[in-house]
């Protein structure tokens, strides 16, 4: 079965780095897109990056040029890193990583990142 397993976040001070990651196994690697969203408290859930399967990439236009979506293919596991540069305190949510594939949709269980001096 599809897993998706996050990590690193954590507490971060304004203007620092924090790098996430995302280990998603048990699809086939052939055609996916994987993508980082974040929810903070009384907002919707919103996609801040995406990579697809061919490595093509987007981002939301309130991280672009601050955050970097990229990808490692180990023997069976898809990892998907997000680098955050340059955090602010509106950057403060729960993030999450999501995988699409043809059928479905899955999500990670999030972790939290809190932007605060």
């Known amino acids: 079965q599809v897993q998706l397993v996050e990590s690193g976040g954590g507490l971060v001070q304004p203007g620092g780095s924090l790098r996430l990651s995302c280990a998603a196994s048990?699809?086939?690697?052939?055609?996916?897109?994987m993508g980082w969203f974040r929810q903070a408290p009384g907002k919707q859930r919103e996609l801040l990056a995406r990579i697809t399967s061919g490595g093509t990439t987007i981002y939301a236009d309130s991280v672009k040029g601050r955050f970097t979506i990229s990808r490692d293919i180990a023997k069976n596991t898809v990892l998907v890193y997000l680098q955050m540069n340059s955090l602010k305190p509106e950057d403060t949510a729960v993030y999450y990583c999501n995988l699409e594939l043809i059928t479905r949709g899955y999500w990670g269980q999030g972790t939290q990142v809190t932007v605060s001096s």
């Open positions: 048990g699809f086939t690697f052939s055609r996916y897109t």
